[in-house]
């Protein structure tokens, strides 16, 4: 993920910002709250020929990696579906290689949200959500993300535009363009219609941008796009940070969460995953299962 990364993060900032008032009346409204929240995390992709020997068997063929991804991590964030809509064939078979309880979140097409900024869409619409709807109870969050030069000025082309969806479709937007967060009036009139239609907002948490760091729920579910700076000693305690701020919002009402872990060339996305989840685990008393990293063997020893 190259939105907001920075070479240099020294003079950054990374302290989470107070919640939104709003986040507290959302997960206030949840009757009755849920005993067992689902919790989902991730790296953004599952073809990285890096972790064959890591996290996937040695001998492990390309064709085979979704297969061990979905044994590994309970979700991932689909960004192929951004380029691609995806056939029946290819949901099929994503379907059969998933393991029980997987979730795949898919990205919208980006000739829906960036070339045609959400004009004109209603036949690919129908197509995309056809399509990510045959993945059935694999299907988790799917999220909107905006162009960067959609703003607020085209409030009223997102609201038509979420309007026009399946009734109950699972979906978070993702907002890049400045303009939303400048104006606090703004981002209060964007939520309100949000929430109205029950609609996520995607929380992304990356150096360069601090201002998409919006502390702010729309729904009783979260969605989570966290960008570590390849295990820089930040990155754990951010992640930190993030476990106590969810643990709080879990015993507020929160009901889900979808976190996606990215890390640079996401060489370490996996060791990145792990201590989300170890913390988490720690944290709220939940047990869910950690990836398993295969020991790498350093060249020169005998032991």
């Known amino acids: 993920m190259d939105f907001g990364k920075l070479k240099d993060i020294s003079d950054v900032d990374f302290t989470l910002p107070p919640d939104n008032p709003l986040t ?42 979704l297969h061990y991804y979905t044994r590994q991590f309970n979700t991932i964030e ?5 380029y691609q809509i995806p056939t029946e064939e290819t949901i099929i078979r994503w379907k059969e290689s998933a393991a029980d309880g997987f979730k795949f979140c898919p990205k919208f097409p980006q000739v829906i949200s960036h070339d045609r900024q959400l004009i004109g869409t209603e036949f690919l619409t129908e197509q995309f959500c056809t399509a990510v709807l045959g993945l059935e109870e694999h299907l988790g969050m799917t999220f909107l993300q905006l162009s960067p030069m959609f703003d607020p000025r085209r409030l009223k082309s997102l609201e038509n535009y979420l309007k026009s969806l399946p009734p109950n479709f699972p979906v978070s937007v993702e907002f890049r363009h400045s303009d939303w967060f400048k104006d606090a009036k703004v981002w209060a009139n964007t939520c309100a219609m949000l929430t109205e239609m029950k609609v996520g907002t995607v929380i992304s948490d990356v150096a360069g941008r601090r201002d998409v760091l919006h502390a702010t729920l729309t729904t009783p579910k979260l969605t989570l796009r966290f960008v570590g ?9 951010r992640i930190n940070a ?61 032991f």
């Open 24 to 65: 507290a009346q959302t997960l206030a409204a949840v009757s009755p709250k849920v005993s067992h929240p689902d919790l989902y995390f991730g790296p953004p992709i599952w073809a990285n020929k890096s972790w064959a020997g890591k996290i996937y068997p040695s001998n492990a063929k390309d064709k085979d990696f």
């Open 78 to 82: 689909l960004n192929v579906t951004h």
């Open 229 to 237: 700076n390849e295990l820089h000693p930040t990155d754990y305690t």
């Open 242 to 302: 993030w476990c106590e701020r969810i643990k709080t919002w879990l015993d507020m009402g929160l009901e889900s969460a979808y976190i996606f872990v990215h890390c640079g060339d996401n060489e370490f996305a996996p060791e990145l995953t792990k201590y989300w989840i170890n913390k988490i685990n720690a944290k709220t008393g939940l047990n869910l299962q950690e990836p398993k990293i295969i020991p790498q063997v350093v060249q020169g020893s005998l």
